[in-house]
Nanobody, 122 residues
Framework: QVQLVESGGGSVQAGGSLRLSCATS????????MGWFRQVPGKGREWVAH???????KYLFSVEGRFTISRDDAKNTLYLQMNSLKSEDTGMYYC????????????????WGQGTQVTVSS
């Protein structure tokens, strides 16, 4: 069982930045596709970005150019740099791992963290 632990959330004003981290002690994490997701109360979990084991990335249209996903497999850590934050970026942010040589659909990721809250005030 891969355990993922998110950190770095907090409260910021619109236009600010935050850097989320997702750490694991599992060294096999490097083979997985890893993603960031967010959820607000009453809505489903929304995919934000993913990064393949190759390093290839893909982003939700509304965050492209503002968010950057990266991974440091030597440190078994996934990151999400969030700049120019908007109030609509508010939510609980989760990291997940799953899929070898492919990235699953949202609810098909195998391993999930507990989430870290991001609140952006306008």
């Amino acid at each position: 069982q891969v355990q993922l632990v998110e950190s770095g959330g907090g409260s910021v004003q619109a236009g600010g930045s935050l850097r989320l981290s997702c750490a694991t002690s599992d060294t096999t994490i490097s083979v997985y596709c890893m993603g960031w997701f967010r959820q607000v109360p009453g809505k489903g979990r929304e995919w934000v970005a993913h990064i393949r084991s190759s390093g290839a990335t893909k982003y939700l249209f509304s965050v492209e150019g503002r968010f950057t996903i990266s991974r440091d497999d030597a440190k078994n850590t996934l990151y999400l740099q969030m700049n120019s934050l908007k109030s609509e970026d508010t939510g609980m942010y989760y990291c997940a791992a799953g899929g070898v040589n492919y990235c699953p659909t949202v609810y098909s990721y195998e391993f999930w963290g507990q989430g870290t809250q991001v609140t952006v005030s306008s």
